[in-house]
């Protein structure tokens, strides 16, 4: 009665999708996809018809949830130890040292706390008569938390009204229990989210979670290894003890020195500070070896060996061609069975046999004969259908969905209340990852009839952390992260001040005076020689290709905010956001030269933003970087353009209060080196007055210039409009 009078209401959310997704664009809820050797940043496809799970339900799927994982955790701690459950015949051995997920680097080691698994993500899915069959364990990396985090707190929003009258468990707690899990096994130190950089697939959830979590987010470059100790390094050189790492990159990657020597995105030594007990590892490496999928046969008798229980949750049934009978039970039913590479993820290396013709089904059995632990086969599980909004015909559409729950792991084992739900692309496929083109749905957990059902204390603890998530200072700005704030207010100037100035020599054009745009190409040290102007219009303010392009700018500017989630928070990113939509949207309709008020909502969402990082709680010399790199640029600019004296004296004063701030402070060398271009400039531009005051801001940084070297910034702090620029 409850879930269906929830149905009916959640149904509300179609007639909200349009503009749930555009709050999701303009936060930059976002995963990346390789394909062809190219990164492309995409938006997660979201259906705004939730999966709604009954109370009773999850309290049972909870149960299991709990059951399964402590098992596993008890599994990694024993075959890095004693090895008891090899000894005593459960778990072949060859099973465990052959997986690709085994170290013997960590054997012996015991992390913090006696936690391997911190956060695990066990992938379900609900077979048509309702009962719920783990597919997989993943307790390596497990991503995917902050998309449902993220849209519940739209849809509440957007319709209030729903989340008054449908009694839905709250799931906010997950930074929570996620900062209390790395608080319990941190050693001694920061905490931090290590990731391996802005081209990672699941790069927003990174900075998204450092920032609600209160963690500084780092780059690999970002940590050293001193003396078996992990420090985390400020942009002026100075060593932050590390006690817990949030780690966002593979085993394999994770120290050169200890697993792939030719990684570049490691932290040399990080391995030898783990083993020595200084840094917690957040999943713990070699946890590979549970989440193996030839592994995940043995989960039920794991269960029953350290726990002494009866599974609550039911594996799929798994053939195991290592095994004489099941190989051959397998190669006689292989259109039957789906087939799966163990060294595979991501629903890749997940074979139908049904959809194979019989050359495609020899091929696959010879490969299995000759390497029978690479794969396993399994039954297939007709999944329940859940409807999904078709927006093309307006009409729901059955898809096959799995659930991904997250249960975390400290002092007490957790099962989230929520989970993220994805849903395939086409109708009848099986596949719903995200990489296969899958979306997601939120998943809401109903709560008992006697009321909402909250963890003692959750709310005044997250409101705790939200203020804990705003401690950071310039203390924990990294060099990189220094140059990033300092260009980001150069470029979200550059852009402001370049789409103002342009208007009126564009409207003297329209005045018949078309060589008018020539002053303003040469100001700007951009090509005069186009002939005709709407290709100079498209090529300044459009051609993405060009970077002296606004859009260029526009982009520059992006790609520097997103690395500063933690720092500026998700509410003043997304203005950045909104202004990178906003120029690609004009850029469409260029070649029509038609509605130019989309430039006035661009230089509008500059406004917003910088009005917002003025006016919010974000640590005062953090905005002194943004600020000073904006007012460095304007007088750049301005001085160009050939303003007034009267006109420059605004962005001095400016400039001048933002570096009292910073007064007595080390600085990047990014300051100086702007600074000092600009002076030796000036007097040829006739403002030897500006020149000398700005010369007199230069000696006083003179003795207080960070020389520490920044590492792998790429084009984001390059000048292109001026090859000599800096």
Known sequence: MI?????KLAHELVNRREAINRELSRNGVRFGIYKNGEYHDRLFPYDPVPRIIESNEFDELEKGLKQRVNALNAYLKDIYSDKAIIHDGVIPEEYVYTSAGYFPQVNGVTPPGGIFAHIAGEDLVQGEDGRWWVLEDNLRIPSGASYPLFVRDIERRISPRLFRDVHIRDNREYPRLLRKAMDFVSTEGIAVVLTPGRYNSAFFEHAYLAEKTGAALAFPEDLEVV?????????????????????????????????????????PGILSAYRSGNVAIVNAPGNGAADDKAIYYFVPQMIKYYLGEEPILHNAPTYMPMFEADRKEVLDRMGELVIKDVAEAGGYGVVFGSSLDAQAREDLADRIK????????????????????????????????????????????????????????????????????????DTWVLAPETGVEHELGAEVQVANLLSQSRRHSLSLVTASKADNLYWLGRYTERAFTTLNQF???????????????????????????????????????????????????????????????????????????LSMTNITDAAKNAASAEDLYNHRDIADDLLAFWGGIENSSVEPT?????????????????????????????????????????????????????????????????????????????????????????????????????????
């Open 3 to 7: 879930e269906s009078a929830a149905q």
């Open 227 to 267: 003396d078996n100790k992990v420090y985390f390094l400020d942009y002026a050189g100075k060593r932050h003890r590390v006690g817990v790492v949030y780690r966002r990159l593979s085993d394999e990657y994770l120290d050169p020195f200890a697993f792939n020597p030719d990684s570049v995105i490691g932290v």
């Open 370 to 441: 000759e390497d029978p632990r690479r794969f396993i086969a399994q039954e297939v599980i007709q999944f329940r259908d859940i409807d999904v909004f078709d927006p093309k015909t307006g009409e729901m559409s059955p898809r096959k969905c799995d659930l991904r729950a997250f249960v975390v792991t400290g002092k007490n084992t957790h099962v989230w209340y929520s989970g993220l739900t994805r849903y395939s692309s086409v109708p009848g496929q099986m596949i719903v990852n995200s990489s296969q083109g899958g979306g997601f749905k």
């Open 503 to 577: 208007f009126p020599f564009y409207d003297r054009v329209m005045d018949t005076d078309v060589d008018a745009f020539r002053p303003f190409a040469h100001a700007l040290d951009l090509p005069e020689d186009f002939e005709d102007f709407d290709e100079f219009v498209k090529n300044f303010l459009y051609d993405g290709n060009n970077p002296d392009s606004v859009r260029s700018a526009v982009t520059a500017a992006f790609n520097n905010a997103v690395i500063l989630r933690p720092e500026l928070s998700s509410r003043l990113l997304q203005y950045v956001e």
């Open 622 to 726: 953090l905005k002194a970087f943004v600020f000073i790199g904006k007012y460095l640029e304007r007088i750049d600019l301005y001085t160009r353009f050939g303003l007034s004296m009267e006109e420059m004296e605004a962005p001095l004063r400016k400039l001048a209060s933002y570096s009292m701030v910073l007064d007595g402070m080390p600085l990047p060398s990014c300051f100086a080196d702007g600074l000092s271009w600009l002076v030796g400039q000036l007097p040829a531009r006739g403002y030897q007055e500006v020149a000398t005051l700005l010369k007199q801001y230069l000696d006083d940084y003179s003795g207080r210039i960070s020389a520490l070297a920044i590492k792998d910034m790429g084009s984001l702090s390059a000048m292109n409009m001026d090859a000599k620029r800096p």
